[in-house]
């Protein structure tokens, strides 16, 4: 892999993550850039709660390194808005992704992820046990997005509000 695509991939690595706890197919979907995501509702309607449930909080988008785009409040934590804990591992496992990245930098934060809708947030904090578990899953993404074909679809909640409905049932 060159270094172009390395660094490349290291950008979506916290989708990945995140999808690797959804559905192991569309992480690969995902990683061939077969991306329908910008068409779901779902995905749209959060950010629209991002941008009105915190409308007066000192919060900025900050792209570190080039690689990651996340939230960082005015107090240096680390957020992400989701629209439904629903999937509550995936998001934990994404923001932690998040802090364990920012450790190998040297800079240690707190996670919070906002649940909106629900009026409620978590606290997170990356102890010894999710680094092991952040490592083991970007070993997992490696394997997964290297397979020439994708996972078999496998049926569950989700898939009804799924971007890749269409494309693993229609
Ligand atoms: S529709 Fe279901 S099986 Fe297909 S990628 Fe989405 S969650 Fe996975």
Redesign the pocket.
Known sequence: MSEQMELQDLKFQGIKINYLY??K??LW?FSKNITFENQSDKVLLGKVLHEYSYPKEDAKEVLIDNLIMIDILSDGAVREVKYSSRMKEADIMQVMYYLYYLKQKGIEKQGIINYPKERRKEILELTPEYEQKVKQALSEIEKITSQVTPPP????K??KS????E???G
């Open positions: 959804v559905c197919r569309k979907l679809a496998t049926k569950q989700i898939c799924c971007a890749y409905f494309f693993c049932w």
